[in-house]
């Protein structure tokens, strides 16, 4: 299998061979701590590929991708061969490099993957995982991962962490990440039953922006105490300069489920 699928200079080779056999510390990932904890083997290539991978759901979207074909219920067969279309038209583009290389790396496929191969790869690819038994940690500990830092919501009460921790013949150290997005998002619709649960996590209501404010501070000791060394955050918004907008009073607004003006909360 090559690992220099795409590096065509001796410069180039040079310098991966340098760092190849180094260990992989992801600080950022979208893994699940429960799959990880299971260990359970992947059934085909598309629950690995697409089961969570939101920059191939991005580019599928972008190609006109119908939503089932996505993270719907369509056939995992279906949704790989949609990929492997939408992939045809990304030439240049990180995930067409990623797809191939790992192709070559975890499969031992080098062909193209084109909507004309689907098919064939799909097959040789889950006849690959059935024969070695690939699961999250196989992959992992392939990978030669050292540690993983997951995606994790404040009011997440880190029980996978947890057990994952607790076992001592898994070498890969799994930590959260605090991702505060369901949060700081006061405009989703239902931001109320949001900050319900977290007062309930917390065991106070959340009621005020202070109470907010003190409820993550909660949160973030219990997720430094689990590990957590790192934060992440998704802004889909950034509040407009005006002085007449109160914080604290737009906050009571979210929290009585009423809109929040547009001048309030983004450009």
Known sequence: MRNDLFLKSDVAKNLYDAVRDLPIVDYHCHLSPKEILEDREFPDIAQIWLGGDHYKWRLMRACGVPEALITGGAEPR???????????????????????????MFFGIEDTLTAESADDIFDRANAYIKEHHL????????????????????ADSLEYHKEIAKEKNFPVRVVPSFRTDAA???????????????????????????????????RLDFF????????DIGIEGFPKEDKSCDAAETFKKALKGKTIPENEFRN
């Not at 279309?85 to 240049?92: D, I, P, R, S, V």
């Not at 430094?224 to 934060?231: A, H, I, L």
Request: charged share 25%; with cysteine; net charge negative.
């Open 78 to 104: 279906e949704k790989f061969r949609a990929w492997a279309a939408c992939l045809e038209t990304a030439m240049g583009n990180p995930l067409y490099v990623w797809s191939h290389m790992e192709l070559s």
């Open 135 to 154: 699961s999250p940690r196989k992959l992992m500990l392939q990978s030669h991962v050292e540690l993983v830092a997951t995606t994790d919501d404040p």
């Open 184 to 218: 700081l998002n006061i405009c989703r619709a239902n931001y109320r039953d949001y900050a319900l649960h977290l007062g309930e996590v917390c065991g106070f209501s959340v009621e005020t922006l202070d109470d907010l404010k003190a409820a993550l501070s909660k």
């Open 224 to 231: 430094c105490e689990n590990g957590c060394r790192v934060s």
